[in-house]
């Protein structure tokens, strides 16, 4: 006996001729938890998949031992009976269903007879939440009334309901506050406890390194380095994926401060479901030429109601002026922001950032299609040369500009939605959560960016989870709590425990 749950063999995946994975070797013990660490487009989510059989036995190369005897699965339906359970990056969840019908989906209680067993499901369904603490969640409303964070819990909720001996965490707390992030890593920690498997996946590598016995670093489809947990560090982490030591998370440059260019009076925003609640009330703040906003608060704080107000994409009743150079913005429309130059970046990529039936070149140049359309003919050679510059400057990594979205992987989509507004030439350009999923590196080139457009004029509003972050890149600090405006931080030697204590009300 090996004492190995798994093995994963030589395990090659070519899309459309090109590897994607090149000879990985992987192996779990019941009860351990492996950290499944790369850069974008290492090829971690493509080994999952082949995994658990998105891509079933025969569309890639290698073996797979589970449980002593060679697995060839065809279809998820067989990995998960074997009980390998896979949380997709990607949100899975059914929008118009409720929370338990999501919960139970695919895996339904029925009555004899057949009919749903909607009474057993609901329960159930609200023990597995309340041992997430999501006590407050309504298991029959339809899981959109939800926020990214709830879903995020919920989709684990029901990956619980399954009988894992294996579970796969594929960026799992991306969109998750700091709290819910503690209840996640007591849930794995509880299912190592009973012999249960875990592959966890996350850009948050001190979580990793909390939570993981074993770090296995994978590069451009390539095995690395298979190292106990105790004998690495978050650096080695790094240095193992990028191939180098990474001394600086953030990098600096001078960017000259100009005159006001943007102006929010008075935004009030209210709950589309509850129109008596405020989910922004009364905020006001202005924004300088060249200067990088940060907007720090807790989830539910009201941070992307407050800028998607102001982008003019707010889906409920919203009052305030918006001001740019000293022109009243109609916000009914984020078009017509769009044309008075603002951009924005939003948190939710799979729904509001990439249109999923288009190519990486069309999804860059979606919003300014008028710019490059001379009268009705779309000038290609104009356009192609305009994404090749976009792709470049992000280091966007793409076989093809003419590949299909969905093909990149997690964070080259979120760089290919920032292409996109960038070519618009915004003078505000708003990024909420800009790199949620986005490795240590592409960070780096992000906030580099960030930095340059700031030199070159553009004012930046970036909302951020991550404080770190947040300090690390702006000049300037607002802090928001239950939709109030708490704190206006001037970013010089300002401390986290000051924001914390802003964002936490109790300042
Ligand atoms: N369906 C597909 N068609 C073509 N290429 C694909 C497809 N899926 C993935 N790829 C490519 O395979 C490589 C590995 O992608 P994968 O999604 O596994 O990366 P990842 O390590 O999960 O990255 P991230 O941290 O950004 O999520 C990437 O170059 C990606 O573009
Ligand atoms: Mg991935």
Known sequence: MSGYLLEMKGIAKRFDGV?????IDLA?????????????GAGKSTLMKVLSAVYPHGSWDGEIVWDGQPLRARSVRETEEAGIIIIHQELMLVPELSVAENIFLGNEITLPGGRLDYPAMNRRAEEILRGLRLPDVNVVLPVKHYGGGHQQLIEIGKALNKNARLLILDEPSASLSASEIDVLLGTVRDLKARGVACVYISHKLEEVAAICDTIVVIRDGKHIATTPMPQMSVDRIIAQMCGREMNQMYPTLPHAIGEVVMEARHITCYDPENPRRKKVDDVSFQVRRGEILGIAGIVGAGRTELVTAIFGAYPGRHEGEVWLEGQRVDTSDPLKAIRA??????????HHGIVRDLSVGENITLSVLQRYAHLTRIDDGEETSAVKEQIARLALKTASPALPITALSGGNQQKAVLA?????GPKVLILDEPTRGVDVGAKFEIYRLMLELAAQGIAIVMVSSELAEVLGVSDRVLVLQEGRLRGDFLNDDLSQETVLAAALGQS
């Open 19 to 23: 590897p994607a994975l090149d000879g």
């Open 28 to 40: 779990i013990r019941p009860g351990e938890c492996i950290g499944l660490c790369g850069e974008n």
């Open 341 to 350: 130059g603002f951009a924005l970046v939003p948190e939710d990529r799979k």
């Open 420 to 424: 996109r507004m960038l070519l618009t």
